[in-house]
């Protein structure tokens, strides 16, 4: 703003200028709201959050969904690891919110499976 200033002014239509700005500002704030989920705190939490997963469990997850296909994981991480909804998965990936379904299912099922085995691998060879 600060740099076309000179000649919005020259032009008269400052107060267009300024409304424009402020509308488009409050629309992007708006559009992805899960990346603007920081609220100031007036206290530090003592502990930083505790994660569910080992480094070896998130390791082997992370293989994991690195076996499933670009979609599919987009899906999983925009869903479970992001914490989306179904509705803004849709919209973020401009697919319908039956395929957003459809596809968590198919790629959770893969997930599990990919899991299992890697599980079955590893008791097979501490019994051997």
Known sequence: MYVAWPRIRRSGGEDAYVRR??????????????????????????NPAQSSFG???RDELVQALATLGPRQRRILVLRYWLGLTIEEVAADLQI???????????????????????????????SA
């Open 21 to 46: 700005i402020l509308v488009n500002a409050s629309i992007d704030a708006h559009r992805r709201p899960w990346r603007r989920e920081e609220l100031p705190a007036s206290e530090l939490p003592d």
């Open 96 to 126: 319908s919110s039956g395929t957003v379904k459809s596809q968590t299912s198919k790629a959770l099922d893969n997930l599990r499976r990919q899991l299992t085995d890697t599980r079955f691998e590893e008791l097979a060879e501490e």
């Open 55 to 57: 480094s070896e469990e």
